[in-house]
Every structure is written in C-alpha cells, then in structure tokens.
C-alpha cells in the first residue's frame, strides 16, 4: 500500500507579480509525495484561479480521492483511471502523475527520460519575464535581477501601460522579446494597431492576446498579425487543435494545465503534427515543477521556465541556474 500526503506551502515572491488579470505577492502551491516507506516521489500543483483552481478546492479533490482507493493504485494507468472517475483539475492532477511517475522511476533504476520516452536535457535556455510595472521602473529592474544575462526576454503588458513599457525594456535591453498580453486585448484591430506599433522593437512572437473564447476574432488576428501567434489560455488539458492550427502560430503548453507528463508530451506531439510551433511554460512554480518541464523540452522552440527565480528563498533546489540557463540537478 502506497502512503501519500498532500502539503500546502505559502510562496512568497521577491517582487509583486502583476499581469493584465490579477496581481499577487505570495503564491500558495500544493506538493504531493507518494511513497512505500523506502522510495518516494513528489511532484507540485500550482493552483491557477484563471483555471477555477483554488488551494482549498484542490485539498478536497485530494481527499476524495483517497476516500475512493488512491492508496492502492499500483500503475499510472491505474492512477489516470481513478482521476477520471473523482473530477481532478489539472494541477492537481500534474502533481499526482508527476510524483507517481517519479516514485516509479525510483523503483525501477530509470530516468523520466527513459520512462516518458524523451531525450534528457541536461541544460535549457529561459526567458525572464518583466512583469507590469510602471514603466520608470523597467531599467533599475533590468539592472537589479541581472535580466542581460537571458537569451530572449518575456513582457508582460496590458492597453493602459504596454506601448510604453515596450519603449522602456527596449531602452534597457537589445535581447529578442516575447509579449504576453494575457488577454487584454478584446478588439482585433486595436491588437494590430498595437502589433503595428512594436515593429521598432525586437519582437519575436506575442503570446495570448485576446480571450480565449474569441475564436472568430482570432482567425482575423492571424491573417492580419506580423508576429508569430503563441496560444496560451486557448491550450489546457483538452484543445481543438484544427481550430488552433488557423488561430495561432504557436503553443504554449504548460505542465500545470495539460495535468500531466503524458498529456504534456501529446500536447506538444500533436502541436508539432499540426505544424505548430512549440513553447513550454509555467505558474509560478518552484524547482519541483521545472524540473518536470525540463523533462520534456528537448526540440521545443522556445522555453519560460523562471517560475522558480521568483519565489523567493526557493525551497528546493532541484534546479541550477547559471547564465540564464537552467540545469536540472535531482527527481524530485
């Protein structure tokens, strides 16, 4: 019999994290371990309110799972069976697999890699991102968080801020852009005028412009973008991927949304049949979660996985970073 144990642990970051939807100083982040008494594996959720994922409402997801057998589960095939009969939303359900699948692992003398069928990567590239910030700020924070030492840098903006923020962090840096609007924008042609407008500016992809649910409108935006389109919001654990392929450019899949390794790596499978460029993400995570991203990332076009480098004093350490680059050290 399998031994598990959920905890919730607060997260307080260095820097108040805004993006066009909320804001936020401290984030509470879930880890699961599974055990025998002699191997464990962990794995972490981090609850997204976009997503309705709450700490509260995933703590009883995990209880009622262990009311319906989750401590006699002996394969992952199992594990998925009984998450499909108990609803699970996917953070939770990313922390479940993922500590499974890393307690199997240990089990069996096998890297994740072996398990999941990947080719490992022992170091990976990420961007930083500059969250929404007065834009008298942009400079003395490159400076301060050493942001020159990335390959590609993330902004995050909104209408009210973001033309002037762009000005500013190309001001302070020469680095390739990414913009991340979280579905500010509603009108299509206000986005193009915006668009039209970064073209002083390094940009090499935007990222979720419009709501998710504005799908006719994204079919205008790309026939009229001069930027790659990356999906973020419009990717979770399900997605119509003929309508992606003529919305967007690009997806952005995220662990915490797709609920899992195997469905993370069919995300990125399916994105790659569909001709679609590939990005992994993340929430605001620690080690633990990139760590399980960097499983996944060899041959994927892009790479945001500084989740960890903002929580401060990050409890783990599973995760090296050195010279904007990441190394994965130790499973969780």
Known sequence: MLIWHLETRELTLRYTWKISRNASDVKTNLFVTVGDGKVHGRGEAAPNVRYGETPELL??????LQAGGLDQIGSVDELQQLMRQVEVLPALRFALESAFIHYVCRKSN??????LGV???TSVPTAYSYPIMDPARIAPFTQEHGLQRFEYLKVKVNQETGLDMMA???RATSKPLMVDANEAWQDPDAMVVFMEKLRKYPVIMIEQPMPSALAEEYLYLKKHSPYDLFADESVTDHADWGLLKQQFHGVNMKLMKAGGYLNGLEILNKSRAAGLKTMIGCMMETSMGIWSAIQLAHGVDLLDLDGMLIVKEEPFALVKEQEGKLYPIEMP
């Open 168 to 170: 500013e962090v190309a």
């Open 59 to 64: 703590n009883q997801q995990f209880s009622a």
């Open 119 to 121: 080719q490992p990567m």
């Open 110 to 115: 096998q890297t994740v890699g072996q398990f």
